[in-house]
T-cell receptor, first 111, second 112 residues
Framework: AQSVTQPDIHITVSEGASLELRCNYSYGATPYLFWYVQSPGQGLQLLLKYFSGDTLVQGIKGFEAEFKRSQSSFNLRKPSVHWSDAAEYFCAVGAGNQFYFGTGTSLTVIP | ETGVTQSPTHLIKTRGQQVTLRCSSQSGHNTVSWYQQALGQGPQFIFQYYREEENGRGNFPPRFSGLQFPNYSSELNVNALELDDSALYLC???????????FGPGTRLTVT
């Protein structure tokens, strides 16, 4: 069965520090992978996606993610975090007509 | 280009009642999906509509039903509301064959 795991429920980083959010997936075929961000009380905004090709993908707001098939991972990174990045981050897998989301990682940014 | 819109923003219902939530898809998008997001959880896929027919469903009971209209807008109907139905309900639209989906702001449903 398809599933998405985000091992870190909550992460705190200092403004200007680097960030990595982890995502592992379980899916039998080549996955379609996504990262979304959700601010409090808001819908989800697409940060980036991976369908095929280059395993390092660039997204909006300075985010990037790397697909590693051998590790079934799709980790999100940002070199320098801004206070406005504080939000909930969700990794998702597209499989057929369905999408599976992880439980999210809450990011706190301290000055 | 108009994004995904949902109405109402908030809703309070009593257990046993029925509710209808509405979604207008992004311009040109012909596929609509609905998700339930409980507090502190990730979105859970309810179902998807394409050409006015349901063509994918998650693990939700039949009292969750939907409609899609010729203009691709959609409704989510929930009958016999239960306390556990309290959640943020998200609508997302995309083009058939494209995996990128775009979300609306959601409807916050509270069942008392």
């Amino acid at each position: 069965a398809q599933s998405v795991t985000q091992p870190d429920i909550h992460i705190t980083v200092s403004e200007g520090a680097s960030l990595e959010l982890r995502c592992n997936y379980s899916y039998g075929a080549t996955p379609y992978l996504f990262w979304y961000v959700q601010s409090p009380g808001q819908g989800l905004q697409l940060l980036l996606k991976y369908f095929s090709g280059d395993t390092l993908v660039q997204g909006i707001k300075g985010f990037e993610a790397e697909f590693k098939r051998s590790q079934s991972s799709f980790n999100l990174r940002k070199p320098s975090v801004h206070w406005s990045d504080a939000a909930e981050y969700f990794c998702a897998v597209g499989a057929g007509n369905q999408f599976y989301f992880g439980t999210g990682t809450s990011l706190t940014v301290i000055p | 280009e108009t994004g995904v819109t949902q109405s109402p923003t908030h809703l309070i219902k009593t257990r046993g009642q029925q509710v209808t939530l509405r979604c207008s898809s992004q311009s040109g998008h012909n596929t609509v999906s609905w998700y339930q997001q409980a507090l502190g959880q990730g979105p859970q896929f309810i179902f998807q509509y394409y050409r006015e027919e349901e063509n994918g469903r998650g693990n939700f009971p039949p009292r969750f039903s939907g409609l899609q209209f010729p203009n691709y807008s959609s409704e989510l109907n929930v009958n016999a509301l239960e306390l556990d139905d309290s959640a943020l309900y998200l609508c997302a639209s995309r083009l058939r064959g494209a995996y990128e989906q775009y979300f609306g702001p959601g409807t916050r449903l509270t069942v008392t």
